[in-house]
């Protein structure tokens, strides 16, 4: 059976594997497969007791239930595959394929936008795995459209990561494109999960990847990778891992450049040896710190004076140029700060100084 040209510019998902047209009134069969109600009916009408997709029996009689995610998937779709269809008149079939294929990823990013409801829509329709497939290949309204679906809860998030989710979004920030800040941001949205940080962090390329972004990427990237960073490594092993990985001096870069959120993943680094031992290598660390002390808001400020104290009370080195900076006067003066947190590391940085 030929395909029309209207139903050549929908995604395969939406076609009945019997008649491969669009569907209008899908069910499902006990064996997990949706068709349309016409075509399943004749099916089983003619005395078929398998499964058209999988050859497997069915039961007598097997019920047909309406697949009403599906149905409302395809209505939200509709008008942008159908106006795909209109301008895709004069190209060939590939080109047809991958203008529909565009066109209803953001129909479902439309849908994912729309509120709860939607979200849900798209999350049981079994078309995840079309928004996952874009993403992986750098597109980013599907990583937006991801990042949308995060937004529906913790069940959602853990769904989408058990989905392919962190493959998908980690070759997005890998591409270092468009999607890349977006696809940072998605995992962010999933690693607030606790059980996500651990599955997104044992990840050979998803730690990396942000590494990566975080070195390369331009002001957005960056900052979207360090909030990514700093999710992820409120689990100490991904802490472990972000330092092998070699986050410590784009980090610091980062925080050079006035980043709170770097020097807050600075100062989850030096809570281990191994990150005190990586920070304490980086040339410059301790005029970058006292800098940001310096100059900093009040939250770059608490953090930096944090790090300072951890690698300055294991190295003799480091606290004597910390001091010939001026890193105890600036102590004096922070010690009556309004900000107690400031005041009190202030305070325990200008003790560990005094020890010299």
């Known amino acids: 059976m030929e395909v029309s040209d209207q139903a050549s510019s929908w995604p395969d998902d939406f076609r009945c594997p019997i008649s491969l047209e669009v569907m209008t009134d899908p069910v499902i069969l006990p064996s997990g497969h949706t068709f349309e109600r016409r075509s399943i009916q004749r099916w089983l009408d003619g005395g078929h007791l398998t499964c058209p997709v999988t050859n497997l029996p069915l039961p007598p009689s097997p019920p047909l239930i309406p697949n009403h995610a599906l149905r ?7 008008p942008v595959a159908a106006a795909a269809a209109a301008t895709a008149g004069g190209e060939s079939g590939g080109e047809r394929r991958e203008a529909a294929s565009a066109s209803a990823v953001y129909g479902l990013l439309r849908l994912a936008k729309s509120g709860p409801e939607g979200r849900r829509e798209v999350l049981e329709s079994g078309d995840v795995a079309v928004l996952l497939r874009h993403a992986a290949g750098g597109d980013e309204v599907a990583a937006r459209a991801v990042l949308h679906l995060s937004l529906d ?3 959602a998030r853990v769904g989408l990561v058990a ?6 979004l ?15 941001t998605a995992l962010t949205s999933l690693a607030t999960v606790d059980v996500n940080k651990c599955t997104i962090g044992a990840h050979p390329s998803a730690i990396p990847a942000l590494v990566g972004l975080l070195r390369r990427g331009g002001a957005r990237d960056r900052r979207e990778a360090a909030t990514a960073l700093y ?8 802490r472990r891992r972000a330092v092998r990985a070699g986050a410590a001096p784009a980090l610091a870069d980062l925080a050079a450049a006035g980043s709170a959120r770097a020097a807050e993943v600075l100062s989850l680094f030096a809570k281990s040896r191994e990150g005190r031992h990586e920070l304490s290598r980086i040339p410059g660390i301790v005029a970058v710190l006292t800098g940001v002390a310096s100059s900093g808001n009040a939250r770059a400020i608490e953090q930096a004076l944090v790090v300072l ?13 910390a001091v010939k900076l001026g890193a105890f006067h600036l102590c004096e003066a ?9 005041a009190k590391n202030a305070i325990e940085l200008a003790r560990t100084l005094e020890k010299l």
């Not at 409302?72 to 509709?78: D, N, P």
């Not at 300055?312 to 606290?319: F, R, W």
């Open 72 to 78: 409302r998937l395809i209505a939200a779709v509709a």
């Open 231 to 238: 999710e992820l490594c409120k689990l100490p092993e991904n």
């Open 163 to 168: 989905d392919g989710a962190v493959d998908a």
């Open 153 to 155: 809860g913790d069940d």
């Open 170 to 184: 980690s070759a997005a920030v890998s591409s270092g494109g468009a999607a890349a800040a977006v696809a940072a």
């Open 334 to 342: 922070l010690v009556n700060d309004d900000n107690c947190k400031i």
């Open 309 to 321: 104290n951890w690698i300055c009370s294991e190295s003799n080195e480091l606290a004597r140029e």
